[in-house]
Structures are given as structure tokens and as C-alpha cells.
């Protein structure tokens, strides 16, 4: 009598599986923790789910959490890389030849060269800065040190103030009343700590 073969069955481990959010329901959840987190004032982690907003998901408000990210990234301490990666992707989205595009590359050029200078990624935010000005000076077609110190000089962009706030208005125009945090108290307690100063 010839035997069959046996025949093993695994053991099917029973395991607790974490539900899977969709994508809508994972984009509500990272809002409400936004909104719980910008209560408290806890900027880094609030900023760390407006760039998970901005670069995961794909639907229409991620213009809305990109700018919400920078403007965040611009009133706190956050490193300059995180700022400069913000603004890379700003750039991207509106194009080198959009209005803000020059104030845009001397805004993160400035912070790359003077926020966090002790920062491991330092190097990379100035190199970033300086492609986004390699990018938009070819789109324009300016040409060399002259060419370049005149651009500079046409567009103030060796004015802080005046393209900082350029860029401002600029991330508040994309966001308009739809803010998700509270910006407000960001700024209130940004100048009460001025004032204090």
C-alpha cells in the first residue's frame, strides 16, 4: 500500500491588523491632529503634518498646506533645509517665470545662508537655494555677474524686508480665510517675544 504525501498546513498566525486609512480619511485625521497641535503651539510637529499635507496627498489643498508649511516654516525656528525644501517646491508649483520666482530663490538663499548654520544639512539647503536661482536666472535669461548683480538690483532683491514680505503676502494670498492652524497666535506670540526681547 503506497502512502500519499502529507500534506502540511502552515499555522496561520493570528495577528491584530491595523485598520488602513484611505487617503481621505488619512488626510482628515492629519487635519484634526493640525488643528489639536497648532492649539498648543506645537509648531515643529504642526509642521512636520503640513509637509506630510503638502508632498503625500493628491487632491486640490495641497497649495493650501504647502503654503501653510512655509509660512510656519518662515515664523518659527524650524532648520533651513525645511524652509528651503518648501520653498523648492513652491518654485516648482508656480513655474520660474511667476512673479514671486526671484523673491522666492533670495528668500531661501537667506535663510539657507544665516538660519541654523551649525545644521548637518546646511550645505544642501545652500546648494537648493542656489539651483533655484540657476533655474530661474536661465528661464530669464540673466547672464553673467553684471547681468546678475542688475537683476539683483531690479527686482531689490538684496532687501530682505522687501521680498520677505513679498513672499508673505504671497503664501497668504494662496491660503486666504481657509486657514487650518492658528496663525494668529503664531504671530502674536512671534511679536509679544520681539517685544519682550
Given at each position: 500500500?503506497?502512502?500519499?504525501?502529507?500534506?502540511?498546513i502552515?499555522?496561520?498566525?493570528?495577528?491584530?491588523?491595523?485598520?488602513?486609512?484611505?487617503p481621505?480619511?488619512?488626510?482628515?485625521?492629519?487635519?484634526?491632529n493640525?488643528?489639536?497641535?497648532?492649539?498648543?503651539?506645537?509648531?515643529?510637529?504642526?509642521?512636520?503634518?503640513?509637509?506630510?499635507?503638502?508632498?503625500?496627498?493628491?487632491?486640490?489643498?495641497?497649495y493650501?498646506?504647502?503654503?501653510?508649511?512655509?509660512?510656519?516654516?518662515?515664523?518659527?525656528?524650524?532648520?533651513?533645509?525645511?524652509?528651503?525644501?518648501?520653498?523648492?517646491?513652491?518654485?516648482?508649483?508656480?513655474?520660474?517665470?511667476?512673479?514671486?520666482?526671484?523673491?522666492?530663490?533670495?528668500?531661501?538663499?537667506?535663510?539657507?545662508?544665516?538660519?541654523?548654520?551649525?545644521?548637518?544639512?546646511?550645505?544642501?539647503?545652500?546648494?537648493?537655494?542656489?539651483?533655484?536661482?540657476?533655474?530661474?536666472?536661465?528661464?530669464?535669461?540673466?547672464?553673467?555677474?553684471?547681468?546678475?548683480?542688475?537683476?539683483?538690483?531690479?527686482?531689490?532683491?538684496?532687501?530682505?524686508?522687501?521680498?520677505?514680505?513679498?513672499?508673505?503676502?504671497?503664501?497668504?494670498?494662496?491660503?486666504?480665510?481657509?486657514?487650518?492652524?492658528?496663525?494668529?497666535?503664531?504671530?502674536?506670540?512671534?511679536?509679544?517675544?520681539?517685544?519682550?526681547?
Amino acid at each position: 500500500m503506497s502512502q500519499s504525501p502529507t500534506r502540511i498546513i502552515p499555522i496561520q498566525q493570528e495577528t491584530e491588523e491595523t485598520p488602513t486609512l484611505s487617503p481621505a480619511e488619512e488626510w482628515n485625521e492629519d487635519r484634526k491632529n493640525l488643528d489639536r497641535l497648532s492649539r498648543a503651539g506645537e509648531w515643529s510637529e504642526a509642521l512636520k503634518i503640513l509637509k506630510r499635507l503638502s508632498t503625500k496627498h493628491k487632491n486640490h489643498q495641497i497649495y493650501s498646506a504647502l503654503a501653510q508649511r512655509i509660512w510656519v516654516g518662515l515664523k518659527t525656528d524650524a532648520p533651513a533645509i525645511e524652509v528651503v525644501q518648501g520653498l523648492f517646491h513652491l518654485l516648482n508649483t508656480l513655474g520660474p517665470r511667476h512673479e514671486l520666482a526671484p523673491d522666492i530663490c533670495a528668500l531661501a538663499h537667506l535663510i539657507a545662508k544665516h538660519r541654523t548654520p551649525d545644521h548637518p544639512d546646511r550645505d544642501l539647503a545652500i546648494g537648493q537655494s542656489q539651483q533655484m536661482f540657476s533655474v530661474v536666472c536661465d528661464t530669464l535669461n540673466v547672464i553673467g555677474d553684471d547681468a546678475f548683480r542688475i537683476w539683483v538690483a531690479a527686482n531689490q532683491l538684496d532687501q530682505p524686508d522687501f521680498y520677505t514680505s513679498k513672499v508673505l503676502k504671497g503664501l497668504e494670498i494662496m491660503v486666504g480665510d481657509a486657514w487650518w492652524i492658528d496663525h494668529e497666535a503664531l504671530q502674536r506670540g512671534l511679536e509679544n517675544s520681539q517685544t519682550a526681547s
